[in-house]
Nanobody
């Protein structure tokens, strides 16, 4: 069964850090570009970061650039999203997804290119 499971969300103070995980089962995550997305209440889902297949190319949304790092661990079939200097506006449900796209570029920050999604993990940044 093809599945993505996110974890690592929670409540954090402004300026704090979280590390989100996206664990895959039923397929090899390294064979796909993976994206992290977020959706706040009343807002559209937006791309946060993407990581390419074996080339490990990455791209970030301007809103999180320099605060977020995406990475892979082939041994555990997992993609991580390290988020630092968190702000209240980062509060959202964060989900990961994979795309069948064979090319890589900033266009993959758009959620329409993705066809397998996890259920999401909530991140709340508040004092």
């Amino acid at each position: 069964q093809v599945q993505l499971v996110e974890s690592g969300g929670g409540l954090v103070l402004p300026g704090g850090s979280l590390r989100l995980s996206c664990a895959a089962s039923g397929f090899t995550l390294d064979d796909y570009t993976v994206g992290w997305f977020r959706q706040a209440p009343g807002k559209l889902r937006e791309g946060v970061s993407i990581i390419g297949t074996h080339t490990r190319l990455t791209n970030y949304a301007d809103s999180v650039k320099d605060r977020v790092t995406i990475s892979r661990d082939s041994a555990t079939n997992t993609v991580f999203l390290q988020m630092n200097s968190l702000k209240p506006e980062d509060t959202a449900n964060y989900s990961c997804a994979v795309t069948k796209s064979t090319t890589f570029g900033p266009f993959l920050l758009h959620p329409n290119y993705y066809n397998v999604w996890g259920q999401g993990t909530q991140v709340t940044v508040s004092s």
